[in-house]
Structure formats: structure tokens, C-alpha cells
């Protein structure tokens, strides 16, 4: 089992700067990949940005230039540094980690709140 412990959500203006941190126990391998997806009210969950354990990096098209994607693989914690945030960015960040054992195993942490407003 891996367990998934978020922090950093919040309330920021439009324009501004919010860092999302995760950390991750358990039974981690060594080559994963880990993320963050967002669900914003009556919306699907959607990818923002992953990053694999051999640093590489994926971002959904909304946020590339805007947001980035980083990890501690000694840590096993993954950041996601948010800058020019937008309205449209407000939604529970959920952080995730995959990884391929007998099977492929989705790990997902409890969501954090994150809202855009002025």
C-alpha cells in the first residue's frame, strides 16, 4: 500500500502563486510516476501535469507555461509550483502515484482544495 499526503491548497487572486506538495509512503517502487489531477464542480478529473521517476515531465495544455512539475525521488515527494493562476484553475488537486508491480496500482491522495478568486 502507498498513502499520499497533500498540502499547500488555499485561496489566492487571480494572478497569483500557490505550491502544491506531496508526499508519499509505503511500498514505493523505483520507477513510478507521479502527478496531479484536478476535478473542478461538475467536471470530469482531469490530468494537470506528471512527472516519472526518470524526470519526465507531461503537462495538460492549460497550464504548460504557467505551472511546473518537480520531485524528490530520495523524499519521494512531488511538488507542483502554480504561478499565474487563473479562475479557471479553481478545483480539488488531487495527487497521484502510479506504478506497475503484477499489475498496474493507481494510488491517490485525499484532494486539496484550491481556489482562484478575487
Known amino acids: 500500500q502507498v498513502q499520499l499526503v497533500e498540502s499547500g491548497g488555499g485561496l489566492v487572486q487571480p494572478g497569483g502563486s500557490l505550491a502544491l506538495s506531496c508526499a508519499a509512503s509505503g511500498s514505493i517502487f523505483s520507477i513510478n510516476t507521479m502527478g496531479w489531477y484536478r476535478q473542478a464542480p461538475g467536471k470530469q478529473r482531469e490530468l494537470v501535469a506528471t512527472?516519472?521517476?526518470?524526470?519526465?515531465?507531461n503537462y495538460v495544455d492549460s497550464v504548460k507555461g504557467r505551472f511546473t512539475i518537480s520531485r524528490d525521488n530520495a523524499k519521494n515527494t512531488v511538488l507542483l509550483q502554480m504561478n499565474s493562476l487563473k479562475p479557471e484553475d479553481t478545483a480539488v488537486y488531487y495527487c497521484h502515484l502510479g506504478q506497475s508491480g503484477t499489475r498496474w496500482y493507481d494510488y491517490w491522495g485525499q484532494g486539496t482544495q484550491v481556489t482562484v478568486s478575487s
Open positions: 512527472i516519472t521517476s526518470g524526470g519526465f515531465t
